[in-house]
């Protein structure tokens, strides 16, 4: 399977700062998400990444919240804007390939 | 709304012993269902996937699909401490819901010695 990294692994932020994670790929992929795991809680889909033009977002996520970047078939930024406490989660970015998604190590942000 | 659901948890077996996890799913669209083993503190791990109905084995794991009842489980065998963990069970939206992943709460292993 493709291998995934994400940066940063972990920050702590203050409220109503922003913070980018980056998402690289080792290989091509056509499918990219990027899904959050709020603490304790299950994994939640924001937005699939696509590539050359706007991410498609789930219901309850809005752009300009989460706005994602994704510049070519290796790479993929999601921005959590204007942070706030609830925002303290696990932030996964995801590839599919074939019938499988594979999950990237994940970025812990805290927010203060 | 398209839900996937886990039996509640934890759920704890001793050293040897099958695991038994359980997930129902409410989207009949769905195609292809995935379980994924997380360790606290990691990402999920992806373990089995099964895509139509009947058994798949994988050593000691056997995944189970059954569509007409939107039932899938997991088997672990000769579960061992290194199995802990919580269990997410996923299910791929067909349509144009097409590569998203909806997943259940999770379950929380724990196998003691």
């Known amino acids: 399977s493709a291998v995934i990294s994400q940066k940063p692994s972990r920050d702590i932020c203050q409220r109503g700062t922003s913070l980018t994670i980056q998402c690289q790929v080792d290989?091509?992929?056509?499918?990219m998400f990027w899904y959050r795991q709020q603490p304790g809680q299950s994994l939640t889909l924001i937005a699939t990444?696509?590539?050359?033009?706007?991410?498609?977002?789930e219901s309850g996520f809005v752009i300009d919240k989460f706005p994602i970047s994704r510049p070519n078939l290796t790479f993929s930024t999601l921005t959590v804007s204007n942070m706030s406490p609830e925002d303290s989660s696990i932030y996964l970015c995801?590839?599919?390939?074939?019938?499988?998604?594979?999950f990237g190590p994940g970025t812990r942000l805290t927010v203060t | 709304q398209k839900e996937v659901e886990q039996n509640s948890g934890p759920l704890s077996v001793p050293e040897g012993a099958i695991a038994s996890l359980n997930c129902t799913y409410s989207?009949?669209?769905?195609?292809?269902f995935f379980w994924y083993r997380q360790y606290s503190g990691k990402s999920p791990e992806l373990i089995m996937s099964?895509?139509?109905?009947g058994d798949k084995e994988d050593g000691r794991f056997t995944a189970q699909l059954n569509k007409a009842s939107q039932y899938v489980s997991l088997l672990i065998r000769d579960s061992q401490p290194s199995d802990s963990a919580t269990y997410l069970c996923?299910?791929?939206?067909?349509?144009?819901?097409?590569?998203?992943?909806?997943f259940g709460q999770g379950t929380i292993l724990t196998v003691h010695p």
């Open positions: 990444a696509n590539q050359g033009s706007e991410a498609t977002y």
């Open positions: 995801s590839v599919r390939e074939g019938y499988e998604q594979y």
């Open positions: 996923a299910g791929n939206a067909g349509g144009t819901s097409y590569g998203k992943l909806t």
């Open positions: 290989s091509q992929v056509t499918m």
């Open positions: 099964i895509y139509s109905n």
């Open positions: 989207d009949r669209g769905s195609q292809s």
